[in-house]
């Protein structure tokens, strides 16, 4: 079996490295040249720890190769992985026709049997779509299987969770898809689920909205933890030591972000009102996401007065660390929010770059060192965990802020510390 991979970013990028690591030959295709242009010198469109290196090794091995020319790549490949995006629509519902455009294409370019299946998170249902949008573009009747194999990559730990995931879900209906599959991945060691197409894809989503469901609910707890004056990271603690609530997901701080929880969630609660089904926990999982970054920026204004002409120095801008991703990022609506509110704000992220060409954050000063962001500054809001935050000596940094205040949206520093060398400390939930 050769396997082609049908669009190269994230998903696509690390599904065809996986595929190549354990033996396979794979073909990567994209609409975007410049992009299958780089893949081919073995270089990555965006910051992903040790998955350069990987898709380099494979690419000079030959068994990775990039293309943008689907006709022959359809043509030549009987395993084809869908990995193209799903945005979210207005509405919150998944924006498929990245998805419609290459079963289309698929259905008109296929030559003989196709295994079809979709790694990107689509709602429930979608395998079917897949399939009827495959057999209306055919031009003759070839036959084909469509099967839903989500992905469940964390971002900055891609590598580790593709070469050993937890589980491998498998939804079809053809026992000849089943089959080709397991083939795909028998060097893996972790348990497989077979299972219907739908089942499949409401793992990815029930999987991803049960997560954010958990920081959810830590952040609201984390207010309760501020009023009680008790730190929430050691409720967190005293909680994950049993197994059946488990010690993960348990951080508070400014909420979710990223292009997976914030869209996940969304579309299940409108795949679910399309069944007329109101999913009442997951709104307020959203709600309570919407309005967190907020609770830090509540408390730096009272402690400030205001923060007219003050001096915000913004320590990370990526959802979080080891990662250059800035979608639905907290740090972004924070500033977007301090900016409004006349502030002067200093940012520094050691990967991450404010969005190109928008002029909504156009006043804001971009450092190039902790050390110049926090230059005269009358707060620090500490937005991202990035390690080297952790190990700064602050006792020595001290002495370049005006005032000194710091408001940690992740819980990193340690509090009594911070307050024992004359830091105003906050975080979200350990006052
Ligand atoms: C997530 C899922 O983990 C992955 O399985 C899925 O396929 C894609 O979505 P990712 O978006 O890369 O991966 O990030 P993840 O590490 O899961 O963190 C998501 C967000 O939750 C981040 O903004 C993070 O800061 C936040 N988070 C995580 C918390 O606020 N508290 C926690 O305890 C854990």
Not at 123 to 130: A, L, M, S
Not at 226 to 241: P, R, S, T
Request: hydrophobic share 40%; net charge negative.
């Amino acid at each position: 079996m050769n396997i082609l991979i049908i669009g190269t970013g994230y998903v696509g990028a690390t599904t065809a490295m996986v595929f190549a690591e354990s033996g396979w030959q794979v073909t990567g295709l994209d609409v975007d040249a410049d992009k299958i242009e780089r893949l081919r010198q073995g270089r990555l469109h965006f910051h992903e720890p040790g998955l350069e290196d990987l898709i380099a090794k494979h690419v000079h091995s030959g068994r990775l190769l990039f293309t943008t020319d689907k006709e022959t790549a359809i043509a030549g490949h009987d395993v084809i992985f869908i990995c193209v995006g799903t945005p979210s629509r207005p509405d919150g519902s998944a924006d498929l026709r990245y998805i419609q455009q290459v079963a289309e294409d698929i259905g008109y370019l296929m030559n003989g049997y196709k295994l079809v299946v979709t790694k990107s998170t689509v709602p429930v249902g979608t395998q079917e779509q897949v399939k009827a949008w495959i057999e209306a573009a055919q031009r003759q009747p070839h036959p084909f299987d469509v099967a839903s194999n989500p992905e469940f990559l964390r971002e900055g730990k891609a590598v580790e969770d593709a070469l050993q995931p937890d589980r491998i879900v498998i939804g079809t209906d053809s026992a000849k898809a089943s089959e080709q599959l397991l083939t795909l991945y028998q060097s893996f060691q972790c348990p497989r689920i077979i299972t219907t197409p739908r089942t499949a894809e409401l793992i990815k989503y029930a999987s991803n909205a049960f997560l954010a469901t958990k920081i959810s609910y830590m952040n609201e707890l984390a207010k309760l933890c501020d009023e009680f004056k008790v730190n929430v990271n050691e409720v967190a603690d005293g909680m994950g030591l049993d197994p059946r609530i488990g010690p993960s997901f348990l951080q508070a701080g400014l909420g979710y972000g990223g292009s997976c929880f914030p869209k996940d969630v969304s579309e299940l609660v409108m795949t679910a009102r399309a069944q007329a089904v109101q999913l009442h926990i997951l709104e307020q999982v959203m709600e309570v996401n919407r309005i967190q970054p907020t609770y830090l920026l509540d408390k730096a204004r009272s402690r400030l007065g205001d923060f007219a002409n003050k001096n915000i120095a913004m320590l990370g801008l990526a959802f979080k660390p080891n990662t250059d991703d800035i979608r639905e990022a907290p740090a972004l609506r924070m500033i977007h929010q301090l900016l409004l509110e006349q502030a002067n704000v200093r940012l520094f992220d050691p990967v991450a770059t404010l969005p190109a060409h928008s002029s909504s954050y156009e006043a804001v000063t971009v450092c190039a060192s902790v050390e110049e962001a926090i230059q005269n500054a009358d707060a620090v809001i500490l937005c991202t965990e990035w390690a080297a935050f952790g190990q700064l000596d602050w006792e020595n940094l001290k002495g370049l802020l005006n005032q000194l205040n710091f408001f940690d949206g992740r819980n990193m520093m340690d509090a009594r510390w911070m307050r024992g060398i004359g830091f105003y400390y906050q975080g979200i939930g350990n006052d």
